[in-house]
C-alpha cells in the first residue's frame, strides 16, 4: 500500500501553479543524524520532500522549475557506488531516479556547486523553506551571493526570495483518497497495538513492557516505528502531558495513560486510551473518565464541514468545566469559570490538532485573524482530557494523581466526520469488558 507515483506527480503540478512565473523551488531531504559514536538514528525522509516525489535517500535535493523546456522536476542524489552498496544498501542513482520517481532530470549529488547555481540564475523568484537546515541555507545563500558577483557581467540573481512553507502545506492539510488509505492502515495497525496493551495489562508490570506490547504490534503489521515517542504513564505519570521516560512500575488501583500510534508508509496515527491496571476504574475514576468521554463527544459532533477549527474544542471545554462544578473539583458559574480559564489547570492543551505525514501535521489554524473552517479531506485528532496532579492541594485527595485523555483520529467528511479509530474500544463499560476477557 503505497502512494501511486501518478499521485507525486500531480502533487508537484499543483505546487508549481500556485508558484509565480519565472521561479525556482528548492528542497533538500533530510541529513543522517549521528546518534552516538559511529551510530546514526534510523533515517526518515524529510516530509515536504517525501511529499512531493517519494525518494527516501538522504543527500538529495528536489528542484521544481515551472515552465522549463527541458524538464520541470529535477533531482540531485547520491550516484551509484558498488562499493558503498555492498555495506549500507542499494542507492537509486540518477538513472534510476528518472526512471523509477520520474525525474525529468537527475544529477549526482556531488555536481550541485557546479549545476544548481546556473539553473537559480535567471530566474525572479527563489522559493526555499529558510531557516530549517542551517547548512543548506548557508549554501544556497553561497549560490546566490556567486550569482550577484557577476551581476555586472549580466548575471542576474533572484530578486525575492519566498517562503515555500505556505503553498506547500496548504496542499498537504488536505488529503487524498489515497492517503486517507494509508492513513487508515496506520490507525488499524495502532489500534491493534492498543487493544494488546489493555489486554495484556497487570499490576506490577513495568511501563516499558507494556510499551514492548506496541512495538511489537506495530512491527507484526508492517509499520517499522512508532510516529512518535509512545507515553505509556501509570498512575501520576498520566498527568504529564509528555512523559516518555516509560521506566516505573504499573501500580495496582492506578489508571495508565498510554498515547502511541505507530507510522505506516510515512503517515502518522495519534490514539490515547486511559484504562485501569487492574481492569476496573474506581468510582473516583470512573466519574473522571465519564466526564472526559462526555467532552470527546461534543468535541466529535462539532467535527463538522463549515465549523471552525476551535469549535470543538469550546465543545470539550464546556462539558469539562460543568463537569468539574458537578464533581465539586471547581466552583462557580460555568460560564464566569469560563472566561476567567479556571479549567486550564486541569485541561491545558487543545482538543486536537491536524494529522499526516507529521503526528503535528502541518497547516495553518487561523487564516488573517479567524479560526481556519474545515473542510472535507482534513485529518484532526480529538483528544480532550483531565489532569489533577498528585501535589495539587487546590482539590479533594481523592481525586488527585489522576490523568485521563481519549483521542481518536477523525477525517473531515462532506456529511460531517469519520472517526478513523472507531473501532478501539472508548467506553468505561467497553474497556472494562476487554480487560476483564
Not at 506527480?9 to 512565473?21: D, V, Y
Not at 557581467?153 to 486517507?180: I, M, T, W
Request: hydrophobic share 40%; glycine share 10%; charged share 25%.
Amino acid at each position: 500500500m503505497k502512494i501511486p507515483r501518478s499521485e507525486f506527480g500531480r502533487r508537484r503540478r499543483n505546487l508549481m501553479a500556485a508558484l509565480e512565473n519565472n521561479s525556482i523551488a528548492v528542497l533538500p531531504a533530510s541529513s543522517e543524524v549521528l546518534r552516538n559514536s559511529d551510530v546514526e538514528y534510523p533515517f526518515r525522509q524529510d516530509s515536504d520532500f517525501y511529499y512531493l516525489c517519494g525518494f527516501a535517500e538522504p543527500e538529495a535535493v528536489l528542484v521544481l522549475i515551472p515552465g522549463r523546456e527541458h524538464g520541470e522536476f529535477l533531482l540531485f542524489c547520491r550516484e551509484k557506488d558498488v562499493e558503498k552498496e555492498l555495506w549500507l544498501g542499494e542507492r537509486v542513482g540518477p538513472e534510476g531516479a528518472c526512471a523509477m520517481y520520474d525525474a525529468d532530470d537527475a544529477f549526482p549529488i556531488g555536481d550541485i556547486d557546479d549545476i544548481l547555481p546556473g539553473l537559480i540564475e535567471g530566474r525572479d523568484r527563489l522559493y526555499y523553506s529558510m531557516g530549517r537546515n542551517s547548512g543548506f541555507d548557508r549554501r544556497l545563500m553561497g549560490w546566490v551571493n556567486g550569482i550577484r558577483a557577476q551581476e555586472q557581467n549580466g548575471a542576474h540573481p533572484p530578486g525575492e526570495f519566498v517562503d515555500l512553507d505556505h503553498q506547500l502545506h496548504d496542499l498537504r492539510l488536505y488529503k487524498s483518497a489515497a492517503e486517507l488509505k494509508i492513513m487508515k492502515e496506520a490507525v488499524r495497525i495502532s489500534s491493534l497495538a492498543h487493544l494488546r496493551a489493555m489486554q495484556n495489562c497487570s499490576p506490577g508490570m513495568m511501563e516499558y513492557q507494556l510499551e514492548a506490547e506496541l512495538v511489537h504490534e506495530f512491527m507484526m503489521h508492517g509499520s517499522r516505528s512508532p510516529a512518535y515517542s509512545s507515553i505509556v504513564g501509570g498512575g501520576a505519570n498520566g498527568c504529564v502531558m509528555h512523559y516518555v521516560e516509560n521506566c516505573d512500575r504499573l501500580r495496582d488501583g492506578d489508571l495508565v495513560l498510554i498515547d502511541a500510534g505507530c507510522e505506516y508508509e510515512h503517515y502518522a496515527s495519534d490514539i490515547t486510551r486511559t484504562f485501569p491496571v487492574n481492569g476496573r476504574f474506581s468510582k473516583e475514576q470512573g466519574d473522571l473518565y465519564e466526564l472526559v468521554y462526555q467532552a470527546w463527544v461534543a468535541a466529535v459532533a462539532e467535527v463538522v464541514a463549515g465549523n471552525h477549527w476551535n469549535q470543538p474544542h469550546d465543545a470539550s471545554v464546556r462539558v469539562i468545566t460543568a463537569g468539574l462544578v458537578e464533581l465539586g473539583v471547581l466552583e462557580g458559574d460555568v460560564d464566569q469559570l469560563i472566561e476567567a480559564g479556571a479549567y486550564r489547570p486541569f485541561y491545558m492543551h487543545k482538543v486536537g490538532h491536524w494529522l499526516g505525514m507529521d503526528v503535528h501535521d502541518v497547516g495553518d489554524y487561523r487564516v488573517g485573524e479567524e479560526w481556519r473552517m474545515l473542510e472535507p479531506g482534513m485529518v484532526m485528532t480529538i483528544e480532550p482530557g483531565v489532569y489533577i496532579g498528585p501535589g495539587n492541594t487546590s482539590v479533594a485527595k481523592k481525586w488527585r494523581g489522576i490523568g485521563i485523555r481519549i483521542e481518536d483520529d477523525v477525517v473531515v467528511t462532506r456529511s460531517g466526520c469519520e472517526i478513523l479509530s472507531g473501532d478501539l474500544p472508548r467506553t468505561r463499560q467497553e474497556i472494562e469488558a476487554v480487560m476483564a476477557a
